[in-house]
Structure formats: C-alpha cells, structure tokens
C-alpha cells in the first residue's frame, strides 16, 4: 500500500568530481527526514579517494538502493546534487555527525546523518548471528509461464512430509524478506515457522531482486495471484513437503492475494493467513487511506484535495475504456488549483519541464495496472468462497488497512475465520505509543512485535494438527 508522504523522483547519473584534502567522510551515513511527524529514511554511501568522490544513496522506504548523484567535498562541508529529483544536500560535519538540510522542490527539510556503523535492526541481527539453526536454506527457481521467479525455501532439519508455507508481499517492488526501512519481517517469520516443523517459500516479487523480467512489473493484482499460486504448486511438488498441507501467509496486498486464492483454488490451498489484508472495497480503502494518512502526520485532511482524490479514485475505478478514462482524468485535474501550485513549483526549479509532462506522468501512474486493480478489488467475490482455515488480523495503529472495518469485513464475509485485532501496532505490526508516527518504520527498532509472530506459530500448528 502507498505510505510515503514525500516522493523523490530517482536520479539516473554517476559523476566523480575533484577534492581537497578533507575529513574522512568514508562509509555509510544514515539519518531521516522529517516532515511533521513523517519520515523518510535516507542513507549516503561515500568512497574518498585522494582526487575523486563516488557518491550513492538509497531510499530504503520506497525500495530504492545504489542510486548515483552529484557530490563535493570542501574542507568539511558536503554538498550532494540530485537533479533528476530536483533535490539537493547540504551539510557539514560536526563532531562526527553531518548537519544539514535536504532541500526539494524548494522546500527545506533538515537532516542530520550519522554513521551507519552496525545493525540497528535487533530481531534479524539475532536471526543472522545464529550459527545453529534447526534448518537449512536453499536458494530456488520456480515458473509462471515465462516468467521465472527467484526464491529461499528453508527445510527444518529432521523429519520429512512438513506442512508448508508461501510467503506473499504487499505492494511495491519487495524482496523474499519484503525488506522496509531495513526491516526483514518475512525473515523473521521463515525462522519462527522452520523452528517449528514447517516449510517456507518467500520469493522476490517480479522485477524485484533475483525474479528478472522482460515484462511488465506494475500489474494486476490478479496476476500476483497467478505467481503466488505457482509458488504453492512448487512447494507442493517438493518431496519434503505434504502436498494436502501447504497454505499461504500474505501481508497488505499479499492478504488480497491469499483470500483469491483460497477462494479460487480450494483443493490446493489449504489454509492462510491474512496480515493487514483488505475486507473492504479497494475504492473503499483507497479512499479512507489518504485520510488516516493524514492523522499520522498530525494534520487534519485537506478537505478540497480530498475531494479531488476521491474524484479520481471513482473514475478509476470504472470499467471505462483507457481513452475515456485518459479523458476524464485530465479534465478533472487540468484546471485544479491544487494541481497547478505543484506544477508551479516544478518549474521554479526546472523551467524546462512542462505542465503537459507532469500532468501526464501523473496520470499514467493512476491508470497503472496495480493501482487499477487494487481499486477495483470487489472482497464479496473471493472471501464469501473461502472455506478453508483462516487467520486474520490487523494492527489498531495500521495507517494503510483500516483495522476495525477491515477486520469486520473479513469476519463477515469468512465467518469461520479467526480474527484478532492487535492494540497498538502499525502496518508492519510494530510497537507504537499512538497514530503520530506510526508509519515512521526506519525510526522504529522492531521488526515485529514478538506476540504477533508466536500466535500465527501457535495458530498454524493447531490448524495442521486438525
């Protein structure tokens, strides 16, 4: 699901430039910028070498890692230029910390960066330490039609015909471990059920590490569905897997995914298990979520740009043919005030880019596969089918999937599930103290709150056992 208040369009060049002799800025810098109570995670990778600056960065929070700038070194300030995102850094270093600001689209945020110097992430530090773990790890391939897909399945070490599960990812570009802000919940949960007695498959979503495409990366929802269920046919052809027994644990989108394909594949999926997913409309939950998004950053919903949204989400949401939707959706935004101040400052800081581009860029990404078919999620189709056993919950602080009406609707629909709301935890089922800042996951230590993993342990061992 969206969750970033600020976007950073990524830049795509490498530059080397000139130094002075400096202060040694070697390493990995990390830090966050605030804008209210939202953050958004950024880290500098700096290689100095006696006549030359290589510069990275990566911005963990929208999946994007290794990407080149513009960067100078003088004395003991540090200048950063991103011009493709229309950004810049300036800071300098005190006392072994870079002070700052990051400034886009002419807006200034500060930023204090510090030296990435180990892992801040307790729960997968402790995972990767453990050098006696009571199963092994295995790097695998699996097909859906012409596309292959890269994975790790991990095997307890004694025993054999294990149950099993497939692992799937929320929306975005995700990795096996569904990595965000650093965080690795899907690797916490892989060591939690292979300490248990159970097989597990998590898998790089389609453009995402290993899983290479030539294809399409944004699509429909319907056609993750069609990878995760040749994951479960996979794991089910396995020798060391019970075939009778092999179920499927989704997270935000992937909790979507799982209801279809209990519903639709009721001989193969044998039980899931929805984190955060949705049990309402996707017209519904889009719309709710720009307005909780709004808590979190401790301002009240702009009610015009609201409407605006909802406008857009509505005619979205049709069935209307592409061209008409193309139609409709530049009428509706054209001649928006809200829209033409951020065009504004657009070409404030490039006077070459048009109102034609932006407005187009910003439609494109609304008629994009996967925000189309979220959008246009029905729940009544998929989880009113779903007969096997299902396992739902939802965290109070969830800024993305709305817990209590999400929660009520799949206990509506399924009504043989069991549904367990969580006090106090956000999207990725961390600890938070309220809404302010429950969507700021880099700044949050854990991974996952310890209680939520042992009940979906304690849950599925119960279900296999009936």
């Known amino acids: 699901m969206k969750r970033l208040p600020i976007t950073l369009l990524l830049c795509i060049a490498?530059?080397?430039?000139?130094?002075?002799?400096n202060p040694d800025l070697n390493g990995s810098w990390k830090g966050a910028i605030e804008a209210g109570p939202m953050s958004l995670s950024i880290v500098f990778h700096i290689e100095q070498t006696n006549d030359s600056v290589i510069f990275t960065w990566d911005s963990p929070d929208q999946k994007a890692f290794d990407l080149p700038a513009i960067a100078t070194i003088r004395g003991n300030e540090l200048?950063?230029?991103?011009?493709?995102?229309?950004?810049?850094?300036?800071?300098?270093?005190?006392?072994?910390?870079?002070?700052?600001?990051?400034t886009q689209f002419?807006?200034?945020y500060p930023l204090r960066m510090t030296r990435n110097t180990g892992n801040d992430r307790p729960q997968e530090a402790a995972i990767e330490a453990d050098q006696n773990k009571p199963y092994h790890s295995e790097?695998?391939?699996f097909t859906n039609g012409d596309m292959t897909l890269a994975g790790t399945l991990t095997v307890p070490n004694t025993g054999s015909r294990f149950p099993a599960v497939v692992f799937v990812h929320g929306t975005g570009l995700l990795d096996r471990d569904e990595n965000i802000s650093g965080h690795k919940p899907f690797l916490l949960m892989a060591d939690a059920l292979s300490r248990n007695g159970f097989v597990v498959l998590r898998y790089d979503k389609r453009g995402a590490g290993e899983s290479h495409t030539n294809g399409p990366i944004n699509v429909e929802t319907a056609l993750m569905a069609d990878d995760a269920m040749a994951a479960v046919r996979y794991l089910a052809a396995r020798p060391e897997v019970d075939a009778s027994k092999v179920?499927?644990?989704?997270h935000s989108e992937g909790g979507i995914i799982a209801f279809m394909n209990a519903a639709n594949y009721p001989d193969e999926?044998?039980?899931?298990?929805?984190?955060a997913g949705v049990g309402v409309s996707g017209l519904e939950l889009a719309k709710k979520q720009t307005r909780m998004i709004s808590y979190t950053m401790g301002v009240e919903p702009d009610e015009e740009a609201q409407s605006l949204n909802d406008q857009?989400?509505?005619?979205?949401?049709?069935?209307?043919?592409?061209?008409?939707?193309?139609?409709q959706l530049q009428e509706l935004i054209v001649n928006n005030p809200a829209q033409q101040e951020a065009i504004e400052k657009l070409k404030a800081v490039d006077p070459t880019i048009t109102t034609e581009e932006i407005n187009e860029f910003a439609i494109d990404r609304m008629m994009s596969p996967d925000t189309r078919g979220l959008v246009k999620y029905d729940p009544t189709k998929f989880l009113s089918n779903i007969k096997c056993p299902t396992l739902a919950i939802n965290g109070t602080l969830d800024c993305q999937v709305a817990c209590k009406e999400n929660l009520e609707g799949i206990a509506h629909l399924v009504p043989h599930a069991t549904v367990k709301a969580y006090e106090g935890l956000n999207h990725l089922f961390q600890t938070c103290d309220d809404w302010v800042g429950s969507s700021n996951y880099a700044l949050i230590h854990e991974t996952m709150n310890p209680q939520v993993i042992n009940d979906i342990v304690t849950w599925l061992q119960s279900t296999v056992k009936q």
């Open 14 to 21: 490498m530059l080397t430039n000139a130094m002075a002799q």
């Open 79 to 102: 200048n950063v230029e991103i011009a493709e995102s229309y950004a810049s850094y300036k800071g300098k270093l005190e006392n072994d910390t870079l002070v700052g600001i990051f």
């Open 106 to 108: 002419g807006t200034g």
């Open 139 to 141: 790097n695998v391939t």
């Open 247 to 250: 179920g499927i644990l989704g």
């Open 269 to 275: 999926v044998a039980y899931i298990v929805s984190m």
């Open 312 to 327: 857009l989400l509505d005619i979205i949401a049709t069935d209307t043919d592409s061209l008409t939707m193309r139609k």
